[in-house]
């Protein structure tokens, strides 16, 4: 077999590399140009309407047949738990968490429900060396655990740290995290189960840019009610979940500092070698070892056939 | 000034009546077709019906307050004053006959999206009544709690695993701290 590796074939086998990334690079570039389905849903959360019911927990649980909780949904006890210095946190048992925040400039506690925001252009996507992740033109983005390899990157590379790993199943470990009701509702048109629950409509479902179209209004309409800003509508370039808040977003424990570009063009430069480093590195060395290895395993033939 | 409260209780009594699909002869609007207790179902589901006074309610508050321009009383809000200052009274008051029950369905948000529709963020049934009801209530220290108007179904207390439907086990990763 190795034999065979002469230098016409290493040279054809690194030419042959060579073109599958310059073809990978093509279809980067057609990746950079995207900025998201035009006719892809989402959800607006208003912060000033949540009253921390936890009826959007509760029918998550129940759409997506998630565990028992540990305690009931109507139980208030749960805002304040502290879980290693943190508040709740969304995980194997549930797609999406309510948290409370006491804001000192507010006579009541602010409520802020979070789950995945279905980026625009995912960064659990993009980190996916096996595409288990899929951004569907309805908005969700979803996931495949048939082809998960449980690398966990996809944790790691979310900016909102949503995706959680299922540890307590030895033999169906996956990946835990919202779909935005994919299977069941979202890809007949239908809002998911949090937003139908939602008791006050701190939750809107609609079209993205029907959404933003909503949010200006109210914030315009609204005068001096909420900050003039859209969380989402930039934020990791673009979430199809949006926020409006009536307090600065760092007081409702939201991140300000997520990047207002989609997190893929961090590491666009430094990903696009991977593909060549993967196809022409294992010829290219493989070739080093051959001709640096030529002359002796020459001598030793003919050693060899001396000896005979 | 009697004529206009009885005009407001009217206007009421249409609401209402249209509320439990009852429908009252459009012309005659009197102070008695005004029920004084409204039990609202439409939604009801993990919740039991809720028994609504509406007659301690106009005590309250002013028709507008809840009815916005529909009973024939200019609106106080300037945005809403844009086209409705001299808007008649509304053949019907209902809040259901704005306030659709089927939010987010695909004819609702197509209404939504259409670019000449100014009303793209009106709210839905439900989210109508507890907009209103549980913001006037706050400011003046109405019921806020929810189970200050709501009583658990048997399909309420299952949704919420609580009731007979709690959940017995202590082992979950949640009550280890």
């Known amino acids: ?308 | 000034m009697k004529s206009r409260k009885k005009l407001f209780s009217a206007s009421m009594a249409l609401a209402l009546g249209a509320m439990l699909s009852w429908s009252p002869p459009l012309a005659a609007m009197d102070e008695e077709d005004a029920p004084d207790m409204v039990q609202i179902d439409i939604l009801a589901n993990l919740y039991a019906p809720v028994e609504f006074d509406h007659a301690m309610h106009v005590e309250y508050a002013a028709c507008v307050e809840c009815h916005h321009h529909t009973t024939g009383t200019k609106p106080s809000n300037p945005d809403c004053l844009r086209c409705h200052e001299n808007s008649p009274e509304a053949e019907s008051v209902a809040c259901s006959d704005c306030h659709t029950a089927d939010r987010f369905s695909k004819k609702d948000l197509e209404e939504r999206s259409e670019p000449t529709n100014y009303h793209i963020d009106k709210p839905g049934l439900k989210g109508a009544y507890h907009l209103n009801c549980v913001g006037c209530h706050k400011i003046i220290g109405g019921p806020a709690d929810c189970f200050e108007c709501h009583q658990y179904t048997e399909a309420g207390k299952k949704r919420f695993n609580t009731g007979e439907f709690a959940p017995k086990s202590t082992g979950h990763s949640d009550s280890h701290h």
């Not at chain 1, 629950?197 to 914030?219: H, M, S, V, Y």
């Open chain 1, 1 to 308: 077999m190795l034999k065979k590796l002469n230098r016409r074939s290493f040279l054809k086998t690194s030419l042959a590399g060579t073109a599958g990334a310059a073809l990978m690079k093509g279809k980067k570039a057609e990746a950079h140009s995207f900025t998201g389905y035009d006719d892809g849903l989402g959800v607006l959360v208003d912060l000033t309407r949540c009253v921390g019911c936890r009826s959007c927990e509760a029918a998550c649980n129940k759409e997506q047949g998630l565990p028992e909780p540990a305690k009931p949904f109507d139980d208030m006890s749960v805002f304040d738990e502290i879980h290693h210095g943190q508040k709740r946190r969304t995980d194997e048992t549930r797609y999406t968490v309510v948290n409370r925040y006491d804001v000192p400039e507010l006579d009541h506690p602010l409520f802020r429900k979070i789950q995945c925001n279905h980026c625009q252009e995912p960064a659990c996507l993009t980190s996916c060396f096996v595409n288990a992740y899929t951004k569907t033109p309805e908005g969700a983005v979803i996931y495949n655990p048939d082809v998960c390899v449980g690398c966990r990157t996809c944790m790691i590379a979310c900016p909102f740290y949503i995706p959680t790993f299922r540890y307590s199943s030895a033999f169906e470990p996956r990946v835990m995290k919202c779909i935005f009701c994919y299977d069941t509702r979202l890809k007949k048109g239908l809002p998911p189960a949090c937003v139908e629950a939602c008791p006050n409509e701190a939750l809107t479902f609609g079209k993205r840019k029907d959404l933003i179209r909503i949010a200006r209004q109210r914030i315009r309409e609204h005068e001096g009610k909420y900050v003039d800003h859209i969380y989402g509508e930039h934020e990791a370039g673009g979430t199809a979940w949006m926020y409006i808040s009536s307090v600065p977003f760092e007081k409702a424990g939201f991140d300000i500092h997520v990047p207002k570009e989609p997190i893929l063009n961090y590491v666009k430069d430094f990903l696009s070698i991977v593909p060549m480093v993967l196809t022409i590195w294992p010829g290219l060395f493989a070739g080093f070892h051959l001709l640096a290895t030529r002359k002796e395993k020459a001598a030793q033939v003919t050693q060899d056939e001396k000896e005979v």
